[in-house]
């Protein structure tokens, strides 16, 4: 089968800086792909690329066998690319529910009744554990509350790729536990690139790693084959005692 997704020499340069330098990746229907390297590495600046918040200076990105390179941002959210973003970005005002909504109801109006948006802003709350929430102000939530307050946004726009970039950020350690487990439920239903500091929930998680350094591809294998790489234990992981 043609992967969901590929990208094909793709660079973005900032200045003399190649924060991503020539990428060549692809992505299979159904996997979870963790994307992970050191600080500045180019991971955020890769999946943006792929989300469409930037545009590249050079390369090509194919989702579903359709060059995507220059869409906007919005269109690819309809062709089914849902990104969270690394820093919190719900609105604190809003309930719980309106969150989810808005941007299923933006993205998605088209056509779409109230009853569907409803059920597919609860179906995604429910998901993520949320559902009793729906009605709280989501500036009332914890932080991790809120973290998945933001997995759920992305889930009600019912994605085929799910971007999550350092989701587990500032969680605590039951709170991980839980995110795996959702993380593993949603891959049933949609492919995962899972950007990701945190070595174990890599490890937990993803069916193939991608490594980048100075914005290219240092390594690429299974977990297992990633953890006994020699190049990505120097770069990235610390040679074990
Ligand atoms: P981290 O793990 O710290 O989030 P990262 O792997 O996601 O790092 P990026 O945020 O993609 O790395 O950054 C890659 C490089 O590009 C860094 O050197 C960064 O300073 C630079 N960079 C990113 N965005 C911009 C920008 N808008 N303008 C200039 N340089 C940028």
Known sequence: MSPLLTTRGLSKQYGGLRAVDGVDFSVQRGEVRAVIGPNGAGKTTFVSLICGRILPSAG????????????????????????????????????????????????????????????????????????DRADMRAGALSY??????????????????LILDEPTQGLSDGEIENFIGLVKDISRSATVLLIEHNMPVVMALADRITVLEGGRILAEGTPEEIRSDSRVQHAYLGTPA
Do not use: C, W
């Not at 991790?144 to 790729?161: C, D, F, I, Y």
């Open 144 to 161: 991790g509350h809120q973290r998945l307050l933001e997995v759920a946004m992305g889930l009600a726009l019912k994605p085929r790729l």
């Open 60 to 131: 090509t990105i194919q989702f579903d066998g359709r060059d995507i390179t220059t869409l906007p941002a919005h269109r690819r959210v309809r062709l089914g690319i849902a990104y969270t973003f690394q820093i919190t970005s719900v609105f604190a005002n809003l309930s719980v529910f309106d969150n989810v909504a808005l941007p299923v109801q933006r993205t998605l109006s088209d056509g779409r009744s109230r009853a569907h948006l409803h059920e597919a802003a609860m179906e995604a709350l429910s998901h993520v554990g949320l559902t």
